[in-house]
Nanobody, 121 residues
Framework: QVQLVESGGGLVQAGGSLRLSCAAS????????MGWFRQAPGKEREFVAR????????YYADSVKGRFTISRDNAKNTLYLQMNSLKPEDTAVYYC??????????????WGQGTQVTVSS
């Protein structure tokens, strides 16, 4: 079973950038699709981005397309989310997930504990 720990969240002004990381433990990291989800206060958790096991295929929610980039380093068992041109509506707890790719994004099997991202206007 993969265990996931996110880092890199924080407070940033609108228009700024942040890079989230997700460190994975377990020998099966490279065999899973990986993704990012987020949950804003009072809202349901929503899909943000996912990357296939080899890192050659990515998929994004329309709300972040062109601003966020997902990547992974299987040698380091680490997943990344580069977030540029951040907006106040990007404020949420961001969760790393391991699972399977789907047509709508991703079916998560394992979650991290989350990291807070706050974008001020």
């Amino acid at each position: 079973q993969v265990q996931l720990v996110e880092s890199g969240g924080g407070l940033v002004q609108a228009g700024g950038s942040l890079r989230l990381s997700c460190a994975a433990s377990g020998r099966t990291f490279s065999s899973h699709a990986m993704g990012w989800f987020r949950q804003a206060p009072g809202k349901e958790r929503e899909f943000v981005a996912r990357i296939n096991w080899s890192g050659t295929g990515t998929y994004y929610a329309d709300s972040v397309k062109g601003r966020f980039t997902i990547s992974r380093d299987n040698a380091k068992n680490t997943l990344y989310l580069q977030m540029n041109s951040l907006k106040p509506e990007d404020t949420a707890v961001y969760y790393c997930a391991a699972g399977f790719s789907t047509a709508e994004g991703m079916a998560p099997l394992t979650w991290g504990q989350g990291t807070q991202v706050t974008v001020s206007s």
